[in-house]
């Protein structure tokens, strides 16, 4: 495709562990109907991976994470190096679908339109356990039930699927002290972002399209309930400090709803399988759901706890 917006995009990796989805994500990128103007691939503070990454692209752009260790810093150095007047941003363990591009650039003709982003579908590597509730695939990063099913405006995206017109870098970057470190899973520096662009941009809109696809390779290690509960701990805490960065109405004002719409109707229709039909996967789920949510409470309330401690030592 010759016509639609000119896009750098951006693309984060970490480790040699993931080298071959690495390269996938990559080719996926390059084979898109709406040919990126530049790939830029910033790798995280890893010397011995950007000499891989560099002999293997070579019509790459690839750079060094000048900031901190984390996706922020990396989304960061990125910015600071792209030419393109819209910046799309994906991770080395997604797969663009072949007109991700395209579908943003959609989304840009609209003039109010300040940022785009898309459905991020899961890929379970070792298959999804009957015990995962579907409302709970933000615990993988990936599209949850409840969120647009057509364009729609949206409060924030997820950092695998996202792209802004470059003149919002301006003023504004991602947060530092917030986001996923290595392996670590956290995040909300992407919500902090878009928050905070919407308060910088009244008029501007963040447009989901979920046609604008990526699948999200989800490895086995990350379908144990270990993991599981550690990730909605994580995500509560990394919500306690939103909140302090934007107020806790901003803060949680999606999850709010996705608590009373989405996770209160999923509930019941597990609990009426658990009860009428003794569907073991039933009873699992809603299991996993009271799990999450009590983990995610914890979290939130130990880091919010942590926060008040600090602030009256300081004081």
């Given at each position: 495709?010759?016509?639609g917006?000119?896009?750098?995009?951006?693309?984060?990796?970490?480790?040699?562990?993931?080298w071959?989805?690495?390269?996938?994500?990559?080719?996926?990128v390059?084979?898109?109907?709406?040919?990126?103007?530049?790939?830029?691939?910033?790798?995280?503070?890893n010397?011995?991976?950007?000499?891989?990454v560099?002999?293997r692209?070579?019509?790459?752009?690839?750079?060094?994470?000048?900031?901190?260790?984390?996706?922020?810093?990396?989304?960061?150095?990125?910015v600071?190096?792209?030419s393109?007047?819209?910046l799309?941003?994906?991770?080395?363990?997604?797969?663009?679908?072949?007109?991700?591009?395209?579908?943003?650039?959609e989304?840009?003709?609209?003039?109010?339109?300040i940022?785009?982003?898309?459905?991020?579908?899961?890929y379970?590597?070792?298959?999804?356990?009957?015990?995962?509730?579907?409302e709970?695939?933000w615990?993988?990063?990936?599209t949850?039930?409840?969120?647009?099913?057509?364009?729609?405006?949206?409060?924030n995206?997820?950092?695998?699927?996202?792209?802004?017109?470059r003149?919002?870098f301006?003023?504004?970057?991602?947060?530092?002290?917030?986001?996923?470190?290595?392996?670590?899973?956290?995040?909300?520096?992407?919500?902090?972002?878009?928050?905070?662009?919407?308060?910088?941009f009244?008029?501007?809109?963040?447009?989901?399209?979920?046609?604008?696809?990526v699948?999200?390779?989800?490895?086995?290690?990350?379908?144990?309930?270990?993991?599981?509960?550690?990730r909605?701990?994580?995500?509560?805490?990394?919500?306690?400090?939103?909140?302090?960065?934007?107020?806790?109405?901003?803060?949680?004002?999606?999850?709010?709803?996705?608590?009373?719409?989405?996770?209160?109707?999923?509930?019941?229709h597990?609990?009426?399988?658990?009860?009428?039909?003794?569907?073991?996967?039933?009873?699992?789920?809603?299991?996993?759901?009271?799990?999450?949510l009590?983990?995610?409470?914890?979290?939130?309330?130990?880091v919010?706890?942590?926060?008040?401690?600090?602030?009256?030592?300081?004081?």
């Amino acid at each position: 495709m010759s016509g639609g917006q000119p896009f750098s995009v951006i693309l984060r990796t970490y480790t040699r562990e993931r080298w071959d989805d690495l390269v996938c994500a990559v080719n996926a990128v390059q084979n898109q109907t709406l040919n990126p103007a530049e790939i830029i691939i910033v790798v995280d503070h890893n010397p011995a991976l950007q000499v891989n990454v560099q002999q293997r692209f070579p019509d790459v752009v690839v750079i060094d994470n000048h900031g901190p260790r984390g996706s922020s810093g990396a989304w960061n150095s990125g910015v600071a190096v792209a030419s393109q007047p819209f910046l799309a941003f994906t991770d080395d363990d997604a797969e663009a679908q072949p007109d991700w591009l395209e579908r943003l650039s959609e989304c840009f003709e609209h003039p109010n339109v300040i940022g785009a982003g898309g459905s991020i579908e899961p890929y379970w590597l070792g298959g999804r356990p009957a015990w995962f509730p579907p409302e709970f695939t933000w615990v993988v990063g990936c599209t949850y039930p409840g969120m647009p099913q057509a364009r729609a405006a949206v409060r924030n995206f997820i950092g695998c699927n996202m792209a802004f017109r470059r003149e919002v870098f301006e003023k504004n970057s991602f947060p530092q002290g917030m986001g996923h470190v290595g392996g670590r899973p956290s995040g909300c520096d992407e919500t902090e972002f878009c928050i905070r662009l919407k308060e910088h941009f009244p008029q501007g809109v963040l447009l989901f399209e979920p046609r604008a696809r990526v699948r999200h390779k989800i490895p086995p290690a990350r379908t144990t309930w270990r993991y599981f509960l550690k990730r909605c701990y994580l995500e509560g805490g990394s919500k306690a400090r939103l909140c302090r960065h934007v107020g806790f109405h901003k803060g949680t004002a999606t999850e709010r709803s996705y608590l009373l719409r989405i996770l209160t109707k999923g509930l019941l229709h597990k609990f009426h399988r658990a009860l009428f039909t003794r569907e073991w996967a039933g009873i699992a789920q809603a299991s996993a759901v009271f799990c999450g949510l009590a983990a995610a409470a914890v979290g939130y309330i130990s880091v919010t706890c942590r926060q008040v401690f600090t602030s009256s030592v300081e004081i």
